[in-house]
């Protein structure tokens, strides 16, 4: 709760409010981590200048109301219709190329966690960040979050629960058993490699939305999907930033 102050007393902690942002925009690179333009003083808190993020290609729809992949006529979808139940929606922002590949790199594997909040912003309108929903990032493993010393997709879920007025809830998921590297797998095996990886800690209740940095094939997301459903949610939805599988043509 806010503490009632007079006038006299909140100006000079706003000075100081105002001080720290400047001292911490010091700290930031002057210049977009992309392309080395500098980067205005409006833009303040991205790391990413408006150009580089406007180069970002949206995923066009129509999309496949399952996992958001663009969708063509009445085909079968080739993403989900194998999936199980238990993961409503997927959507994501962005195709996983050009400068959002290199944004996602500079997120999880080059310490820039900041750039959280231009793929927060990037992420704003996706349905399902609609609603009374609560926020829960996909957990790392503990190997690799020692290593990499955050959870990239805590800061995205935390950028946009601030974002959207969202709950974040990091306590619900844990991911048990620490996986082998996805990349060179099938997505039947990345989801044998996965499964099981997660559970819930208590009671899961009303709508949860994953939220991770990239798309793949869906593996990571259905079987913590599964294992929040396990614990009661009423619907698992997930959001990404990233979406890597683009259509050929
Ligand atoms: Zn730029
Ligand atoms: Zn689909």
Redesign the pocket.
């Known amino acids: 709760m806010r503490r009632w102050m007079p006038r006299s007393a909140e100006r000079p902690a706003r000075r100081v409010g105002a001080a720290l942002a400047d001292v911490e925009r010091w700290l930031l690179p002057a210049a977009?981590l992309?392309?080395?333009?500098p980067v205005a003083a409006r833009e303040d808190d991205t790391l990413?200048?408006g150009?580089?993020r406007s180069r970002w290609r949206a995923v066009p729809g129509p999309l496949c109301t399952r996992c958001g992949q663009p969708a063509f006529g009445d085909l079968e979808c080739r993403i989900c219709a194998g999936w199980p139940p238990g993961l409503a929606r997927v959507r994501s922002a962005v195709w996983l190329s050009g400068g959002a590949q290199r944004t996602v790199h500079l997120l999880k594997y080059e310490g820039w966690w900041r750039v959280a909040e231009a793929m927060a912003a990037a992420m704003a309108g996706l349905e399902p960040l609609t609603g009374r929903v609560s926020l829960i990032p996909v957990p790392l493993g503990a190997r690799r979050l020692r290593s990499r010393g955050y959870n990239q997709s805590e800061r995205l879920a935390a950028a946009l629960g601030s974002r959207h007025g969202l709950p974040v809830r990091t306590d619900l998921l844990v991911r048990g058993r620490e996986t082998t590297t996805q990349t060179a797998l099938t997505p039947d095996a990345r989801r044998a490699n996965v499964s099981g990886a997660f559970s819930a800690r208590g009671a899961a209740a009303g709508r949860l939305v994953l939220v991770d940095d990239v798309f793949t094939t869906g593996a990571t997301l259905l079987a913590a999907a599964a294992a929040l459903g396990a614990a009661g949610a009423e619907q698992v939805d997930a959001v990404t930033f990233g979406r890597a599988v683009e259509p050929v043509g």
Request: hydrophobic share 45%; glycine share 0%.
């Open positions: 977009c992309l392309c080395d333009a990413v200048c150009l580089c």
